[in-house]
Nanobody
Framework: QVQLVESGGGLVQPGGSLRLSCVGS????????IGWFRQVPGKEREAVLC????????YYMDSVQGRFTISRDNAARSVYLQMNSLKPEDTAVYYC????????????????WGQGTQVTVSS
């Protein structure tokens, strides 16, 4: 069974940090571009950033530049989202997803999705 599983979400105070993990099962992540998306209730899922097969990162939200980074560990079948200096507006469900072609903001191009992990930034 091909699946992605996110973990690492939780409740954190403003200014804090979290590292989200995306682990692949039945899928070799180094063959894919892996994107992180987030969604808040009532809004569409938005692309945050992505790492391609050559480990190049693409940022899709100006608000996370300088605070979020993405990395991969192919041996561990994992992609990570390091989130620093978290703000209340970062509160969302975060999803990882795999695309066979390249990094893109278009959610429909990602054909494997995780179940999401909740991140809540609040004092």
């Amino acid at each position: 069974q091909v699946q992605l599983v996110e973990s690492g979400g939780g409740l954190v105070q403003p200014g804090g940090s979290l590292r989200l993990s995306c682990v692949g099962s039945g899928i070799t992540l180094d063959y894919y571009a892996i994107g992180w998306f987030r969604q808040v209730p009532g809004k569409e899922r938005e692309a945050v950033l992505c790492i391609d097969r050559n480990d190049a990162s693409s940022y899709y939200m100006d608000s996370v530049q300088g605070r979020f980074t993405i990395s991969r560990d192919n041996a561990a079948r994992s992609v990570y989202l390091q989130m620093n200096s978290l703000k209340p507006e970062d509160t969302a469900v975060y999803y990882c997803a795999a695309a066979t072609r390249r990094c893109t903001v278009v959610a429909d191009w990602y054909h494997v999705w995780g179940q999401g992990t909740q991140v809540t930034v609040s004092s």
